[in-house]
């Protein structure tokens, strides 16, 4: 399941001379192209509030379940944009630059997050 799919993530890599094929990004936040990757890890319960990341973000579900209720700013409030978007196992998820959304971990969950150029969040309130 993946909802607003951005190629931006997957743009900008270097080719590699010596290994025909083979293209990457690092993580070298001296890159102007790199991306941050996480390996995380949640207990079950956890919640995080409404937020945002000024970068497209995916995340690859190892292991548990996760809720994603994304959100829109109404008249200065906060209001849930359609039903929480339930990823597991195998699956993975895309969020567009700058997306309220808010998280909650339904089990114990690991999870490879990466997020295009370097990590911010920002709570939205």
Not at 114 to 120: A, D, E, P, S
């Given at each position: 399941?993946?909802t607003f799919?951005?190629k931006?993530?997957?743009?900008?890599?270097?080719?590699?001379?010596?290994?025909?094929?083979?293209?990457?990004?690092?993580?070298?936040?001296?890159?102007?192209n790199?991306v941050t990757?996480?390996?995380e890890?949640?207990?079950?319960?956890t919640?995080?509030d409404?937020?945002?990341?000024p970068?497209d973000?995916m995340?690859?579900?190892?292991?548990?379940e996760?809720?994603?209720?994304?959100h829109?700013r109404v008249d200065?409030e906060?209001?849930?944009d359609?039903?929480?978007m339930?990823?597991?196992?195998?699956?993975t998820g895309?969020?567009?630059a700058n997306?309220?959304?808010?998280?909650v971990?339904?089990t114990?969950?690991?999870?490879?997050y990466?997020?295009?150029?370097?990590?911010?969040f920002?709570?939205?309130?």
């Open positions: 399941m993946s799919i951005s931006d993530i997957w743009s900008d890599f270097t080719a590699d001379p010596e290994f025909t094929g083979f293209s990457f990004r690092d993580t070298d936040e001296s890159n102007a790199c990757a996480l390996l890890r949640w207990a079950a319960g919640i995080e409404p937020h945002h990341h970068h973000d995340s690859i579900i190892v292991t548990g996760i809720a994603i209720q994304f829109l200065g906060l209001v849930n359609g039903e929480p339930i990823l597991t196992a195998g699956q895309y969020i567009k997306r309220i959304h808010s998280v971990y339904t114990d969950c690991d999870m490879v990466i997020q295009n150029k370097t990590f911010g920002e709570i939205d309130k």
